[in-house]
């Protein structure tokens, strides 16, 4: 079975080179604590960070002396991670809004996938302080709310939802169909 495409070769070039900036990817680290509280909560075993970019959330949660759960990382940047692979709980933080618009509904396809139990995933909905090398604001989507519910919806039941000054989280288990 052919997995649906989530990401061009030339944008997977581009978020390479913003991976290079060690200030990219670092909403994470803010995210540990909740994070913490929602595998202790769900007791999973597993987590599957997509779109964990160098890993910070892991580095995090280690800081935090979190563990005995695995960590399966999974980012398009950072090929030598494998595929996204199934956890108990799935993190998808600060990605939504740098995904090609087109190809929105088959990572929320393949988020909904890997979620065993709980889904976390925060969305920023301005514009980033950082471009990407061809000039474009580093958040492709930048929608509402409003916009991303529908679409979380087709996946997941939402459990939570936060509203944050730049955007929001959602707390979600995978929708049965």
Known sequence: MNQPQTITEEYR??????????????ASIGYAPLVKSILEKSKARSLSDYGAGKQNLKKALDGMGVGGFDYLPYDPA???????QPGDLACCIDVLEHIEPNFVDSVLADLRAITQKVGFFSIATGPASKFLVDGRNAHLIQ??????????????EILQL?????????????RKV
Do not use: A, D, I
């Open 162 to 174: 936060q509203r944050e000054p730049k955007g929001f989280w959602v707390l979600t288990e995978r």
């Open 13 to 26: 070039h581009l978020q390479q080179e913003l991976h290079k900036n060690p200030n990219y990817g670092v």
């Open 78 to 84: 950072f090929p030598e991670y494998g595929p996204p």
């Open 143 to 156: 929608k509402p709310t409003s916009w991303w519910l529908p679409k979380l919806c087709e996946h997941f």
